[in-house]
C-alpha cells in the first residue's frame, strides 16, 4: 500500500496564482483532512471530510476550496495565492484509529 | 473550548539522557495519540492510548494516559539521535469520531 500520496512535493508560485494539491489514499478511509505547518509551528486544520461528497471548513480555511468526489481523493486548492499561504502542506487519512500523513507539499508564493 | 497544552516547548537534552514531555487537556478524552515528525518530514503516528491509567512501552518510549484521562505523558529513555524531533499529542473533539485537538509540540533537541 502506498498510504497517502502528495503531489507536488516542492512549489512556487506568484501571487495571485491559482493551483491545487493533490491527495490520494489507498487505505479505504472515510476521513481525510488538510493541514498547514508553518515553520516551528503546530498543525492547523484548513479542510476536512468524513465520506464522499462531505466536506467542511476546519480552523483556517480562508483562501482555499476542496471537494471530495471519491474515497481516495482530497485535492486542496488555492484560489488566488498570497504570501501569507506560504507553508508546508499535508494531508492525512484515518480509519478513526491514528491519523496516516502524506510526505507534504512545501510551497511558497512570492 | 477544548484545548490541549503541551509542555514544554523545547527540551535539549545530551545523548543518553532521559526526554518527557507532557500534554494536558481541559477536557476528558476518549483516547490519546502521540506522533512524531523528525526534522522535514510528517508526522507519524506512534501509538494510541485508551484506558484510563494505560501504560504502553515502546523500547525505550514509555506513554502514560491519566486516572481521569485528562493527562498523559511520553518517556524517552536514554535518548539517541534517532529520537530527535517534535512530538506532539492529540485527543478527539468531543462528538467527533476523527476530529482530533493537536498540542503544540515538544522539540527534542541533542545537545552537540
Known amino acids: 500500500n502506498a498510504g497517502v500520496t502528495q503531489t507536488p512535493k516542492f512549489q512556487v508560485l506568484k501571487t495571485g496564482q491559482s493551483m491545487t494539491l493533490q491527495c490520494a489514499q489507498d487505505?479505504?478511509?472515510?476521513?481525510m483532512s488538510w493541514y498547514r505547518q508553518d515553520p516551528g509551528m503546530g498543525l492547523r486544520l484548513i479542510h476536512y471530510s468524513v465520506g464522499a461528497g462531505i466536506t467542511d471548513q476546519g480552523e483556517v480555511p480562508n483562501g482555499y476550496n476542496v471537494s471530495r468526489s471519491t474515497t481516495e481523493d482530497f485535492p486542496l486548492r488555492l484560489l488566488s495565492a498570497a504570501p501569507s499561504q506560504t507553508s508546508v502542506y499535508f494531508c492525512?487519512?484515518?480509519?478513526?484509529?491514528?491519523?496516516?500523513f502524506g510526505s507534504g507539499t512545501r510551497l511558497t508564493v512570492v | 473550548g477544548q484545548q490541549v497544552m503541551q509542555i514544554p516547548q523545547y527540551q535539549h537534552v545530551q545523548e543518553g539522557e532521559d526526554f518527557t514531555t507532557y500534554c494536558n487537556s481541559s477536557?476528558?478524552?476518549?483516547?490519546i495519540q502521540w506522533y512524531k515528525q523528525r526534522p522535514g518530514g510528517h508526522p507519524v503516528f506512534l501509538i494510541q492510548l485508551v484506558k484510563s491509567g494505560e501504560v504502553k512501552k515502546q523500547k525505550r518510549l514509555t506513554f502514560q494516559f491519566g486516572e481521569a484521562k485528562k493527562n498523559s505523558s511520553l518517556h524517552i529513555t536514554a535518548t539517541q539521535t534517532t529520537d530527535v524531533g517534535t512530538y506532539f499529542c492529540a485527543g478527539p473533539e468531543a462528538d467527533s469520531n476523527y476530529q482530533l485537538i493537536w498540542g503544540a509540540g515538544t522539540k527534542l533537541i541533542i545537545k552537540p
Open positions: 477536557t476528558t478524552l476518549s483516547n
Open positions: 487505505m479505504n478511509h472515510e476521513y
Open positions: 492525512a487519512s484515518s480509519e478513526g484509529s491514528g491519523y496516516t
